[in-house]
């Protein structure tokens, strides 16, 4: 495997290029020098991109009634207010993350072989995926970053000030800022790669298992695969816990930028602006299925526990073996899965099937109340 991408190296990854994300935690042996710099940092972050959604509001209010500049302004800053909501979540999830990260790394490090193979398949199955999306985000923020090369306005957004920022210095500096923002903005869906890794750990942690459960020989193996079970079931719970609010943010925020954007590319704008903002309502709808499609994962591994206990030949074993096993099978009819009571549905593949055909149909309503038929 040495030249494979592991899943030690795109841990490595994600910890260095989701910097800006302040989603990774720290490690339980950080210094106090290592936290103290880790919260300024996330103070900064939010307060960078807090500026400018603030600047963005100001000039909603004050050309509410220029329909473009306000579908082009609502679409920045529903990726813009992303940046600092998210963060504290990450934020607020911080220490159950800790543990969480903490034991994946562990796991990995003590894997078997044939689990490593395992954990590889789903590397391997993931990478031109994710690969793909990154690369999108990294040339959406680009064409943000560069359309004052193509249009007449002077920065990135077309937030305004209440003050003059046509001199120098303050016009580097707020262009400076904008390319922050833009940068901050990108990176933070990117995050959506750190939950989505979780969640394809916990489904080849599944898989791993059911594979165990199929070819369990003897009663002392049956009790240490049951008790795995119990303490990835705990796990799993862990980490439903601390996604499933920013999975809900990530819904909130991708439908804007997705409206708006499609709204933006429909009007009568030059084409260096509509591709950008195509690019932008894109990557809203992949943002939602970077959770979906491993979600979705783990609730089909989680569930196929039972399928293997019962394809395990219980039924040549003694009473005792039998009520265990009829125990993980009853136990694994609930499978794992990331919702919220009264606010987000179990998140799957249907779930987003039916979040796309409802994002729609607000373009089309919201098109029809704007005139734009």
Not at 217 to 234: A, G, P, S, V
Request: aromatic share 14%; glycine share 2%.
């Amino acid at each position: 495997m040495e030249n494979k991408t592991t899943l030690d190296r795109v841990i490595a990854f994600l910890k260095v290029y989701l910097t800006f994300a302040c989603c990774w935690p720290l490690p339980s042996n950080a210094t106090r020098l290592q936290r103290l710099l880790h919260t300024a940092f996330r103070y900064f972050c939010c307060a960078n991109a807090t500026i400018l959604s603030v600047a963005a509001a100001w000039t909603l209010y004050n050309h509410s009634d220029d329909v473009l500049l306000v579908m082009k302004l609502g679409c920045q800053v529903s990726a813009v207010s992303q940046v600092p909501l998210q963060i504290m979540l990450f934020a607020w999830q911080d220490k159950r993350l800790q543990f969480i990260v903490l034991e994946m790394e562990n796991y990995y490090k003590q894997a078997e072989k044939y689990e490593k193979e395992i954990f590889q398949k789903y590397v391997d199955k993931c990478k031109p995926f994710y690969g793909t999306i990154l690369c999108w985000l990294a040339m959406t923020g680009i064409s943000v970053i560069a359309a004052p090369l193509f249009s007449a306005q002077s920065f990135p957004s077309e937030a305004e000030y209440p003050f003059n920022v046509q001199h120098q210095p303050l016009k580097t500096l707020i262009y400076a800022h904008h390319v922050l923002t833009a940068y901050q903005s990108v990176i933070q869906v990117s995050a959506n790669t750190f939950p989505a890794l979780l969640l394809w750990f916990i489904a080849a942690r599944f898989k791993i298992l059911s594979d165990q459960f199929r070819t369990v020989t003897n009663m002392k193996e049956l009790i240490k695969y049951t008790q795995e079970h119990t303490i990835l079931l705990r796990y799993a719970q862990e980490v439903t816990l601390a996604v499933r609010y920013i999975a809900l943010l990530c819904v909130t925020f991708s439908t804007g930028a997705v409206i708006f954007g499609y709204l933006t590319f429909m009007s009568r704008q030059p084409w260096s602006v509509k591709w950008t903002f195509l690019m932008i309502a894109f990557c809203g709808f992949v943002e939602l299925y970077m959770y979906a499609w491993p979600a979705d994962n783990v609730m089909s591994t989680s569930s196929d526990i039972a399928s293997a206990a019962y394809d395990s030949l219980w039924y040549n074993n003694d009473l005792a073996t039998q009520k265990i096993l009829i125990r993980i099978i009853q136990r694994s009819q609930r499978p794992v899965t990331i919702s919220i009571p009264c606010a987000l549905p179990n998140l799957s593949m249907n779930y987003y099937a039916s979040y796309i055909s409802t994002v729609f149909s607000y373009m089309a309503a919201v098109r029809l109340m704007m005139g734009q038929e």
